[in-house]
């Protein structure tokens, strides 16, 4: 039970840190707190350093437009990523001056700020990290000597293997202290084998290597073990009792040795540091990684980083709203390491027997047979992934903890552990998703959902919309369908990838980047001052996703592997690139978790009082005897499972009498060894465990294909989640109490009606719409006692809430939001427009019908980049009764209205309207629409003009020496997207604009 030492560490605060349920009392405020969403509910954003490139009075900046347009939180890292170094050296006295600045205005502002604990976004490390410090391999070099006699034998000193990402990430200094460092381990000798047998993939099954999972082409999910197919020729392996271990000969790199006659083979053994280095940190903060399974060694970096800025700090007031709050992991990326200071200790405690005479195996070479060395090999991984939790993440967990903080992970790409347990040993598991074009991480967000819900963390955060060479192109309406698949895959905090630092003079716009990296969420976008539209309905969503516990019906069980990424059956999914759940809702577990669920009603419950209905196995061929009886208790007390039995244990410890007592437990479990046909129940105590040909024939990334798993659900008597008859609405189902709430999303850019069955009975139903704020009843079509059937219509990309509490009201106080519309009056003939000299735009122009500006043959306004004023008069006849909006048509790229001197709020969705009832006049009415696109066409303008900017990766003279620049471009960036020749980008209130009535 070794395997449970940090499960119950990751588990232990399942109830202390879980959010309770809302209240009556809570109930009542949800409505006030939808309107008007508390700071807890307003999304973040990475705020990104460039290399020195800090200033004080542009973190204040940054920090106040944050506050202003609705964000709550900051993730504070400093890079290097494609922009010329500043002046400010990481942790120099000057840096840290700022960094305090940072706290205290994060603090006066109320803005969380969450630090990475180390330079980049790799880790945790830095030059102050020794080669005894870092993470290390356990390298081999071979001797081949003929024996008969005693000789004194030359062994070459191990090579360091090549750093996963070059050596091109080292400094000069950092080179020669890769090449030096090196320790001997061990020197064994064994009879020679004839070569011909190495283990397949030995470099990942060694710990290696682990490439990036979501960006590097072929990398597994998992680690298939290769097995035995023939009997081994003599020479073919290496026996375990042939080989002697000469480690006491080793001198100055040679052994004296009485060699026995034969031809042998000496391996000596040695380690060296893994070529992780911290990537891409400020140079001053380029060094290695440091040890991921060593207290000593992280502490030591702790210590130099975190700690001298807490010290700097001194003590902080934890009741305040804002400042320090967080520690940050962030997406595993220095690869994987396979030697530890204690590893044979340690390994002894843990598998129960020497790893040394194994040693060998890393190298490729066939210790005993392949089944054996997959063995050892699988228990070098879990010995590894047991000691990088305990003594690296949850260590830091406990370090945060002792400071006041929380600890939140991204655990996944390049992870050498399992994702699932490397983000279960976090405070706050966190994902991440890029925009359309990017990497595919969809699988991260089911990952961190499924560990929060488990864990009963009601916070889900994702590092949101992470681009390269995005432009500036991405705004709030091209993110709105992005935004609520995220709401639907569970995530409930956007952190958006990436805030800039504006280091800059503010006359320099769009300013810095990170090189081509971010969807460029930062003050300088010409849409920031209206974007809080947008980020309240982010914060309606995110408080309303956060503040009750999810429904979901299938747990999938993780096999017992490392590494390993949990994908879902794609049976289970619909899309490609934004997937949404099918019909029933689940989780993914680790197998740490499921040792503390247990079975109450027939459900698999956990401390945080998440349930479900249905615990589905993968399809693996090993399982410890461990976590065998875990699962047949729980189906003893009233579990259903469906699964394939395992056929044998996955390592070396207590083999072969581990494989026979798992026979036994299977026997008792499945109710024999041989598979029925079709798909059988059998039960055990009081539940059942489903199985049979049918899941063997119909496997989806290890999991029994969707429908099958369904057809048991059914079997149950357990009714649909959530279903739609045209199959285009996403959905997730939450609960609060006695109040089911469900967010349905239109995920086709197109209006739609349809009939949408929701698994709740009895209830209102209401219409939340987050977009607005308003809230509304709606008519029931039907009710079977199980489910409640709505007719719901969609605009374009439309989401909302729909609400089911309390006793059902009549028929005639609800209103279907399926209605009619009817056009009053087309706003047409000419526009006056007014666009700001300062960046090119004449000060007044009529538009003589609306038109893209990038059309215009005046080029102020066809390379013209941000904000012009229509203003227009016009005499309203029609009637004043009923709802009256005012419909925009299209719109690039987001608009604010005034209507007889009212401000009616922005626009930035779809429906592109605006409520004018109460303001619209018979007569005389007098309209301005502020209009602004992005920041494309003026890039692309300037681009025909002489570039001033920076040159071979150097500030240009005339910024540093505070000069007049000396070109007339209107735009400065630090990082070109556009050529002279991009085409340009439609802009501008394209319309038709209409008074419209909405018919009930």
Same mark, same amino acid.
């Given at each position: 039970?070794?395997?449970?030492?940090?499960?119950?560490?990751?588990?232990?605060?399942?109830?202390?840190?879980?959010?309770?349920?809302?209240?009556?009392?809570?109930?009542?405020?949800?409505?006030?707190?939808?309107?008007?969403?508390?700071?807890?509910?307003?999304?973040?954003?990475?705020?990104?350093?460039?290399?020195?490139?800090?200033?004080?009075?542009?973190?204040?900046?940054?920090?106040?437009?944050?506050?202003?347009?609705?964000?709550?939180?900051?993730?504070?890292?400093?890079?290097?990523?494609?922009?010329?170094?500043?002046?400010?050296?990481?942790?120099?006295?000057?840096?840290?001056?700022?960094?305090?600045?940072?706290?205290?205005?994060?603090?006066?502002?109320?803005?969380?700020?969450?630090?990475?604990?180390?330079?980049?976004?790799?880790?945790?490390?830095?030059?102050?990290?020794?080669?005894?410090?870092?993470?290390?391999?356990?390298?081999?070099?071979?001797?081949?000597?003929?024996?008969?006699?005693?000789?004194?034998?030359?062994?070459?000193?191990?090579?360091?293997?090549?750093?996963?990402?070059?050596?091109?990430?080292?400094?000069?200094?950092?080179?020669?202290?890769?090449?030096?460092?090196?320790?001997?381990?061990?020197?064994?000798?064994?009879?020679?084998?004839?070569?011909?047998?190495?283990?397949?993939?030995?470099?990942?099954?060694?710990?290696?290597?682990?490439?990036?999972?979501?960006?590097?082409?072929?990398?597994?999910?998992?680690?298939?073990?290769?097995?035995?197919?023939?009997?081994?020729?003599?020479?073919?392996?290496?026996?375990?009792?042939?080989?002697?271990?000469?480690?006491?000969?080793?001198?100055?790199?040679?052994?004296?040795?009485?060699?026995?006659?034969?031809?042998?083979?000496?391996?000596?053994?040695?380690?060296?540091?893994?070529?992780?280095?911290?990537?891409?940190?400020?140079?001053?903060?380029?060094?290695?990684?440091?040890?991921?399974?060593?207290?000593?060694?992280?502490?030591?970096?702790?210590?130099?980083?975190?700690?001298?800025?807490?010290?700097?700090?001194?003590?902080?007031?934890?009741?305040?709203?804002?400042?320090?709050?967080?520690?940050?992991?962030?997406?595993?990326?220095?690869?994987?390491?396979?030697?530890?200071?204690?590893?044979?200790?340690?390994?002894?405690?843990?598998?129960?027997?020497?790893?040394?005479?194994?040693?060998?195996?890393?190298?490729?070479?066939?210790?005993?047979?392949?089944?054996?060395?997959?063995?050892?090999?699988?228990?070098?991984?879990?010995?590894?992934?047991?000691?990088?939790?305990?003594?690296?993440?949850?260590?830091?967990?406990?370090?945060?903890?002792?400071?006041?903080?929380?600890?939140?992970?991204?655990?996944?790409?390049?992870?050498?552990?399992?994702?699932?347990?490397?983000?279960?040993?976090?405070?706050?598991?966190?994902?991440?998703?890029?925009?359309?074009?990017?990497?595919?991480?969809?699988?991260?967000?089911?990952?961190?959902?499924?560990?929060?819900?488990?864990?009963?963390?009601?916070?889900?955060?994702?590092?949101?919309?992470?681009?390269?060479?995005?432009?500036?192109?991405?705004?709030?309406?091209?993110?709105?369908?992005?935004?609520?698949?995220?709401?639907?895959?569970?995530?409930?905090?956007?952190?958006?990838?990436?805030?800039?630092?504006?280091?800059?003079?503010?006359?320099?716009?769009?300013?810095?980047?990170?090189?081509?990296?971010?969807?460029?969420?930062?003050?300088?976008?010409?849409?920031?001052?209206?974007?809080?539209?947008?980020?309240?309905?982010?914060?309606?969503?995110?408080?309303?996703?956060?503040?009750?516990?999810?429904?979901?019906?299938?747990?999938?069980?993780?096999?017992?592997?490392?590494?390993?990424?949990?994908?879902?059956?794609?049976?289970?999914?619909?899309?490609?690139?934004?997937?949404?759940?099918?019909?029933?809702?689940?989780?993914?577990?680790?197998?740490?978790?499921?040792?503390?669920?247990?079975?109450?009603?027939?459900?698999?419950?956990?401390?945080?009082?998440?349930?479900?209905?249905?615990?589905?196995?993968?399809?693996?061929?090993?399982?410890?005897?461990?976590?065998?009886?875990?699962?047949?208790?729980?189906?003893?007390?009233?579990?259903?499972?469906?699964?394939?039995?395992?056929?044998?244990?996955?390592?070396?410890?207590?083999?072969?009498?581990?494989?026979?007592?798992?026979?036994?437990?299977?026997?008792?479990?499945?109710?024999?060894?041989?598979?029925?046909?079709?798909?059988?129940?059998?039960?055990?105590?009081?539940?059942?465990?489903?199985?049979?040909?049918?899941?063997?024939?119909?496997?989806?990334?290890?999991?029994?294909?969707?429908?099958?798993?369904?057809?048991?659900?059914?079997?149950?008597?357990?009714?649909?989640?959530?279903?739609?008859?045209?199959?285009?609405?996403?959905?997730?189902?939450?609960?609060?109490?006695?109040?089911?709430?469900?967010?349905?999303?239109?995920?086709?850019?197109?209006?739609?009606?349809?009939?949408?069955?929701?698994?709740?009975?009895?209830?209102?139903?209401?219409?939340?719409?987050?977009?607005?704020?308003?809230?509304?009843?709606?008519?029931?079509?039907?009710?079977?006692? =199980? @489910?409640?059937?709505? #007719? +719901?219509?969609?605009?374009?990309?439309?989401?909302?809430?729909?609400?089911?509490? *309390? !006793?059902? /009201?009549?028929?005639?106080?609800?209103?279907?939001?399926?209605?009619?519309?009817?056009?009053?009056?087309?706003?047409?003939?000419?526009?006056?427009?007014?666009?700001?000299?300062?960046?090119?735009?004449?000060?007044?122009?009529?538009?003589?019908?609306?038109?893209?500006?990038?059309?215009?043959?005046?080029?102020?306004?066809?390379?013209?980049?941000?904000?012009?004023?229509?203003?227009?008069?016009?005499?309203?006849?029609?009637?004043?009764?009923?709802?009256?909006?005012?419909?925009?048509?299209?719109?690039?790229?987001?608009?604010?209205?005034?209507?007889?001197?009212?401000?009616?709020?922005?626009?930035?969705?779809?429906?592109?309207?605006?409520?004018?009832?109460?303001?619209? =006049? @018979?007569?005389?009415? #007098? +309209?301005?629409?502020?209009?602004?696109?992005?920041?494309?066409?003026?890039?692309? *303008? !300037?681009? /025909?003009?002489?570039?001033?900017?920076?040159?071979?990766?150097?500030?240009?003279?005339?910024?540093?020496?505070?000069?007049?620049?000396?070109?007339?471009?209107?735009?400065?960036?630090?990082?070109?997207?556009?050529?002279?020749?991009?085409?340009?980008?439609?802009?501008?209130?394209?319309?038709?604009?209409?008074?419209?009535?909405?018919?009930?």
């Amino acid at each position: 039970m070794k395997l449970l030492k940090y499960t119950l560490l990751a588990s232990s605060l399942f109830l202390s840190g879980m959010n309770h349920w809302a209240s009556a009392e809570e109930l009542k405020d949800m409505k006030r707190l939808f309107v008007s969403p508390p700071e807890s509910a307003r999304p973040g954003v990475y705020w990104y350093f460039m290399d020195g490139n800090l200033s004080k009075e542009g973190m204040t900046k940054d920090l106040e437009s944050m506050k202003r347009v609705g964000i709550g939180s900051v993730v504070f890292l400093e890079v290097n990523v494609g922009i010329p170094r500043g002046h400010v050296d990481f942790l120099s006295t000057e840096w840290k001056d700022c960094f305090k600045h940072a706290v205290r205005e994060c603090e006066r502002l109320g803005i969380t700020m969450i630090l990475g604990i180390g330079p980049g976004w790799t880790g945790s490390g830095g030059p102050w990290v020794k080669g005894e410090e870092s993470m290390r391999h356990l390298v081999s070099s071979v001797t081949r000597v003929t024996g008969g006699s005693k000789q004194t034998i030359p062994l070459e000193k191990p090579s360091p293997k090549p750093p996963y990402f070059g050596e091109g990430a080292f400094t000069p200094e950092l080179k020669e202290k890769w090449l030096d460092y090196y320790e001997d381990v061990a020197v064994l000798a064994f009879p020679a084998t004839n070569g011909k047998v190495s283990i397949k993939d030995i470099e990942e099954k060694a710990l290696y290597y682990r490439a990036p999972y979501s960006s590097a082409p072929g990398v597994k999910q998992f680690i298939q073990r290769e097995e035995q197919d023939k009997p081994l020729e003599p020479g073919d392996a290496i026996a375990v009792d042939q080989i002697i271990d000469l480690t006491s000969l080793l001198r100055d790199g040679s052994v004296t040795w009485n060699v026995p006659s034969g031809e042998w083979m000496i391996m000596r053994f040695g380690i060296r540091n893994n070529g992780a280095v911290t990537r891409p940190a400020p140079l001053p903060g380029v060094g290695f990684e440091c040890d991921k399974t060593d207290t000593t060694a992280l502490m030591a970096h702790l210590r130099t980083f975190t700690g001298s800025l807490f010290d700097l700090l001194g003590e902080r007031d934890t009741t305040l709203a804002g400042g320090l709050k967080i520690l940050h992991m962030d997406s595993w990326e220095m690869g994987a390491q396979n030697w530890s200071p204690r590893l044979r200790e340690e390994f002894k405690k843990r598998r129960g027997y020497d790893p040394q005479p194994y040693f060998p195996v890393y190298a490729g070479l066939v210790v005993g047979d392949k089944n054996i060395s997959e063995r050892f090999l699988w228990d070098l991984r879990q010995t590894m992934q047991e000691l990088m939790l305990e003594n690296h993440s949850l260590f830091v967990k406990a370090y945060a903890r002792q400071h006041g903080m929380q600890l939140s992970i991204e655990p996944y790409d390049m992870n050498p552990m399992q994702d699932l347990e490397l983000g279960a040993s976090a405070d706050i598991p966190m994902c991440e998703f890029w925009s359309p074009g990017g990497y595919n991480t969809s699988f991260s967000a089911i990952e961190g959902s499924s560990l929060a819900n488990i864990k009963g963390q009601r916070v889900v955060p994702s590092e949101a919309f992470t681009a390269a060479g995005d432009g500036w192109r991405q705004h709030p309406a091209s993110m709105k369908n992005q935004t609520d698949w995220a709401f639907a895959a569970g995530i409930n905090r956007l952190t958006y990838h990436t805030f800039q630092h504006q280091a800059l003079p503010d006359s320099l716009r769009p300013g810095m980047t990170m090189g081509p990296y971010g969807v460029h969420w930062d003050r300088n976008q010409t849409w920031w001052p209206y974007v809080d539209a947008y980020h309240t309905y982010v914060a309606r969503c995110q408080y309303l996703l956060q503040k009750g516990q999810t429904v979901a019906d299938i747990l999938y069980l993780a096999p017992e592997e490392a590494p390993f990424v949990f994908r879902a059956p794609k049976s289970a999914l619909t899309g490609d690139y934004m997937v949404d759940k099918r019909e029933y809702n689940f989780d993914a577990c680790p197998p740490s978790l499921l040792y503390t669920a247990f079975v109450e009603d027939g459900k698999i419950k956990f401390p945080s009082g998440m349930e479900y209905r249905l615990l589905v196995l993968p399809a693996f061929k090993t399982m410890t005897l461990d976590l065998l009886k875990k699962i047949e208790s729980l189906v003893k007390d009233g579990a259903v499972v469906i699964g394939l039995p395992p056929v044998q244990t996955p390592g070396l410890t207590g083999y072969p009498d581990s494989d026979r007592n798992l026979q036994q437990a299977v026997e008792n479990l499945w109710g024999g060894s041989q598979q029925p046909e079709g798909l059988k129940f059998h039960t055990y105590g009081k539940g059942r465990i489903a199985w049979g040909t049918d899941i063997q024939n119909h496997l989806d990334n290890l999991y029994p294909d969707f429908d099958l798993t369904s057809k048991v659900l059914r079997e149950m008597h357990v009714p649909v989640d959530f279903q739609s008859d045209q199959g285009t609405v996403r959905y997730i189902h939450k609960q609060v109490d006695n109040v089911d709430y469900f967010f349905v999303s239109n995920r086709v850019d197109k209006e739609m009606s349809v009939n949408a069955h929701f698994r709740t009975s009895g209830k209102q139903p209401y219409l939340w719409d987050p977009v607005t704020g308003k809230t509304s009843l709606i008519p029931v079509s039907t009710d079977n006692g =199980k @489910q409640t059937s709505l #007719e +719901l219509a969609f605009a374009p990309y439309q989401s909302y809430f729909v609400f089911f509490s *309390g !006793d059902r /009201q009549s028929a005639s106080a609800a209103s279907t939001n399926i209605k009619g519309k009817r056009v009053l009056m087309s706003l047409q003939g000419s526009w006056n427009v007014s666009f700001d000299p300062k960046w090119g735009g004449p000060a007044e122009v009529e538009f003589p019908t609306l038109q893209d500006w990038s059309k215009h043959t005046e080029p102020g306004i066809k390379y013209y980049s941000g904000t012009a004023i229509y203003t227009k008069q016009f005499d309203y006849k029609e009637t004043l009764s009923g709802s009256l909006f005012l419909d925009l048509g299209l719109v690039k790229n987001i608009a604010k209205v005034w209507l007889n001197g009212q401000d009616l709020g922005t626009i930035w969705t779809s429906p592109w309207q605006v409520d004018v009832s109460g303001v619209l =006049k @018979q007569g005389k009415n #007098e +309209l301005k629409i502020e209009v602004t696109n992005l920041w494309g066409n003026r890039l692309i *303008g !300037d681009e /025909q003009k002489v570039n001033d900017g920076i040159v071979n990766g150097q500030w240009p003279e005339w910024l540093l020496k505070g000069e007049k620049r000396p070109s007339d471009r209107y735009t400065f960036t630090t990082y070109p997207h556009y050529t002279k020749d991009t085409p340009l980008l439609e802009s501008g209130l394209l319309g038709p604009v209409h008074i419209i009535q909405v018919l009930d």
